[in-house]
């Protein structure tokens, strides 16, 4: 439990304990990929979805969504013909990357000591 003093004690593993909903989507598959995918910089919606193999344009939309409303990626809109949209981290999407991107390299790296898929 670590104090917090704006927000009193905190303790993930408590029912109400705010952390739970960055975990949630933290730990999420297409968050953490979201994010891992804008380590090299600013991303287009179809570049996104090219490098997440597998995400429905939908899912995509939903995690950038919560992404951005949790301060991890800023949208920006650029007026021009066709309109330009592009995703980046924030400081603390950044932030957010470094324990991501050691959670995805211990995967690919232990991933033959996990039992085969049923």
């Known amino acids: 439990m670590k104090p917090d003093s704006s927000r009193g004690p905190l303790d993930v593993y408590a029912a109400a ?3 739970r909903d960055m975990l949630d989507l933290l730990a ?3 968050s953490a990929l979201a994010l891992g995918a ?3 910089g600013p991303q287009r919606f179809g ?3 090219a490098r997440l193999q597998g ?3 939908k899912v995509l939309t939903q995690t950038l969504r919560r992404l951005e409303d949790h301060g991890l990626i800023t949208r920006e809109v ?3 013909v066709p309109l330009r949209v592009e ?3 924030t400081p603390l999407g950044k932030d957010a990357c470094v324990p991501l991107a050691h959670l995805r390299s211990w995967v690919e790296g232990n991933i033959d000591r996990f039992p085969a898929e049923v």
Do not use: G, Q, V
Request: charged residues 25%; hydrophobic residues 35%; aromatic residues 14%.
């Open 28 to 30: 999420n598959k297409w």
């Open 47 to 49: 570049a996104l979805r």
């Open 78 to 80: 650029f007026p021009e």
């Open 55 to 57: 995400i429905s344009p």
């Open 17 to 19: 304990c705010p952390c």
């Open 38 to 40: 804008l380590e090299t």
């Open 87 to 89: 995703y980046d981290l």
